[in-house]
T-cell receptor, first 116, second 114 residues
Framework: GAVVSQHPSWVICKSGTSVKIECRSL??????MFWYRQFPKQSLMLMAT?????????EQGVEKDKFLINHASLTLSTLTVTSAHPEDSSFYIC????????????FGPGTRLTVT | TQLLEQSPQFLSIQEGENLTVYCNSS?????LQWYRQEPGEGPVLLVT?????EVKKLKRLTFQFGDARKDSSLHITAAQPGDTGLYLC??????????????FGQGTILTVHP
């Protein structure tokens, strides 16, 4: 149980294009999903909190117009990196919190984005 | 802003040795989770500790939550090469504006040599 999937697992795109990453909770409903960014050999950096049916809450320093988040259902959240640049290249990870739980978050396998 | 100080950041040991990773904060957390992450994959939840003073064991791994719920430790007995990975502690709060958000430590990169 508590499986979270991400698609795609890796993507290469050209500078100036947009990329959409999907995060799905496969066997539970997630009222809240979180999006993180991770640099090599470093910890996770929270980018935004996504609540089903409402606007995402972004962490300080994260451009909301660049990283568009949509949480359209209890099992799906999407992150769109708009007008991507090489500095946006990173490992993006989502997590989902089971609506029945309080503390645990279950993480997806991550998406490696490379912008050329 | 809540902070979690995790130490050490790097640990390189031989198979069979014991090790302890620490997470410390000046803030109280409702719970603390430990995750293990391998390169190119997402973190995998190892354990959640909720009660001050709580001790949980998972085979060769022992997790402890401090009495004041401000610190935690992970102890691995007789480490094996398969234990190699990035270990992350993360604190959570059950209420307020930070509800559900995790505060992560800096991570500990563990390498166990055969």
């Amino acid at each position: 149980g508590a499986v979270v999937s991400q698609h795609p697992s890796w993507v290469i795109c050209k500078s100036g294009t947009s990329v959409k990453i999907e995060c799905r909770s496969l066997d539970f409903q997630a009222t809240t999903m979180f999006w993180y960014r991770q640099f090599p050999k470093q910890s996770l950096m929270l980018m935004a909190t996504s609540n089903e049916g409402s606007k995402a809450t972004y962490e300080q320093g994260v451009e909301k117009d660049k990283f568009l988040i949509n949480h359209a259902s209890l099992t799906l959240s999407t992150l769109t990196v708009t007008s991507a640049h090489p500095e946006d290249s990173s490992f993006y990870i989502c997590s989902a919190r089971d609506f029945r739980g309080v503390y645990e978050q279950y993480f997806g396998p991550g998406t490696r984005l490379t912008v050329t | 802003t809540q902070l979690l100080e995790q130490s050490p950041q790097f640990l390189s040991i031989q198979e069979g040795e014991n090790l302890t990773v620490y997470c410390n904060s000046s803030s109280v957390f409702s719970s603390l989770q430990w995750y293990r992450q391998e390169p190119g994959e997402g973190p995998v939840l190892l354990v959640t500790v909720v009660t001050g003073g709580e001790v949980k064991k998972l085979k060769r791994l022992t997790f402890q939550f401090g009495d004041a719920r401000k610190d935690s430790s992970l102890h691995i007995t007789a480490a094996q090469p398969g234990d190699t990975g990035l270990y992350l502690c993360a604190g959570a709060n059950a209420g307020g504006t930070s509800y559900g958000k995790l505060t992560f430590g800096q991570g500990t990169i563990l390498t166990v040599h055969p």
